[in-house]
């Protein structure tokens, strides 16, 4: 298989934000405030565009709903009114300029109708063509607790192992009903994994008979991160799983889709270095206000 340099990133941020209602009626959730580490408040979807400019990233597709071309347009590609141009200092006006030249790099991609994850992945397969990318969440930041950020760290994985990787973290037993999981087998122990298996929302009970990793706790299990660098054979699979109308959960999934790339390229995870922040839900972005800085 050839590697090809890593250029784009896909960010789906097309989903209705149900779990934070009623806030989402007129804010999208990708637009929600966070401090980050500057105390700059800043929306979500661009911490998760700097993180992906952070590993080397030079065209980022963000998957939008139609309708919301406008609200997205207006972060990165609309300046101000030169009326409220003036009004801000001459630090946010030298970061405005820093927006106009961030938008450069982003695409916004349309998903008209909201089947589900895979499906929101899939409506960027001609953008993306035939190259590897970096796909990351559109409602999750991410925390390096290295120099290099969680992004770069991936992408350089990719580089090293010239496979997909999945970004995993350590979840206990409790939540992982929650997120997808993956068993395999240590290349690196607590490092890289040849992934074997990847499941969506797994119980209890299927985690311990089929995903139980060696050397990892009793109840503790590697979960998805929320960062992948994927081939584009992946679209192969999605486009398969929607002609077919398979869906897990009413919806079209990528974790499914994933499992058949791992089975016929092979795959690596790669245990992130980092945190994983979730703003998806009102607890959890609570949280992250708290312990992102």
């Not at 779990?19 to 999208?28: E, G, S, Y």
């Not at 899939?122 to 590897?132: H, I, R, T």
């Not at 390096?144 to 037993?173: F, N, R, W």
Request: proline letters at 5%.
């Amino acid at each position: 298989m050839q590697i090809n340099k890593v250029r784009k990133a896909v960010i789906p941020a097309a989903g209705f934000g149900t779990r934070l209602f009623p806030a989402t009626k007129v804010v999208k959730k990708e637009l929600f405030p966070i401090i980050d580490q500057d105390g700059r408040a800043k929306p979500v979807i661009l911490a998760i565009v700097e993180e992906a400019i952070s590993a080397g990233i030079t065209e980022i597709g963000i998957v939008v709903q139609p309708d919301d071309i406008g609200v997205f347009a207006d972060l990165f590609k609309n300046p101000p009114a030169p009326e409220l141009l003036q009004k801000l200092s001459p630090q946010n006006q030298e970061y405005s300029q820093y927006l106009q030249e961030l938008g450069q790099k982003v695409v916004l991609l349309t998903q008209s109708e909201q089947e589900g994850y895979g499906h929101a992945v899939f409506c960027a397969k001609d953008w993306v063509g035939n190259e590897p990318f970096l796909l990351m969440l559109g409602d999750h930041v991410y925390k390096s607790d290295i120099k290099k950020t969680c992004a770069q760290q991936v992408v350089e994985i990719y580089a090293q192992v010239h496979q997909s990787v999945v970004g995993l973290t350590i979840m206990p037993a409790a939540i992982i009903n929650k997120a997808g999981c993956v068993t395999g087998l240590w290349q690196e122990f607590h490092s890289i994994l040849e992934i074997t298996q990847l499941a969506e929302k797994p119980s209890i009970d299927y985690a311990r008979e089929y995903l139980r990793v060696e050397g990892m706790a009793e109840d503790e299990f590697l979960c998805v991160f929320g960062l992948y660098l994927l081939t584009p054979k992946i679209f192969e699979f999605l486009a398969e799983s929607i002609n077919q109308n398979l869906r897990d959960r009413g919806e079209f999934q990528l974790t499914n889709c994933l499992d058949k790339l791992c089975q016929v390229e092979g795959m690596k995870g790669y245990v992130v270095k980092g945190k994983c922040f979730d703003t998806g839900l009102p607890n959890t972005y609570h949280q992250t206000l708290i312990d992102f800085i």
